[in-house]
């Protein structure tokens, strides 16, 4: 029975630890330390990255996405993410989702965004792709996400 017990610590010692990671509370609040990476040498295998670029204001989308495991519900800005400087392109590689809000008179902007690099699907629904297509952008077949680290609270 004392061996049943101890199984039974272990495994909610376990649960618990999971849960606080999961959800970044203490003591594993914050996120990797990012890499700097280049812009031609920036793929969806880096984990967490920093990389300059020009962030496309030209159309405004944003998205809720609920919390999860005690994180708060949080409104994300989505927008294209070109090569530092390029304000005319229209072929999408990258994209950005940031919880800062662009200002209003703002179309393009330069930024350097430390964040996780991920797949189209955590961050992109097909109603998003259609709303950039018809404000004329097109994307290339394995485009990806950069969901830029939210502030620190």
Known sequence: MKKLAGLYIALAAGLLVFFLWSAQLWPFSGHPEPVDVAWEDLRVE???????????YTLRVSQDRDGRFGRPDR???VAPFMKPGDTSSTLIEVVVATTVEPERLVSYEDLTVEGYALP??????????????NAGYSFVDDYFVIEAFPPIE
């Open 46 to 56: 880096h984990d967490a990255v920093r990389v300059s670029g020009t962030a496309h």
């Open 120 to 133: 189209k699907a955590a961050a992109m629904t097909p109603a998003l792709e259609e709303a950039f297509r």
């Open 75 to 77: 409104t994300w800005y």
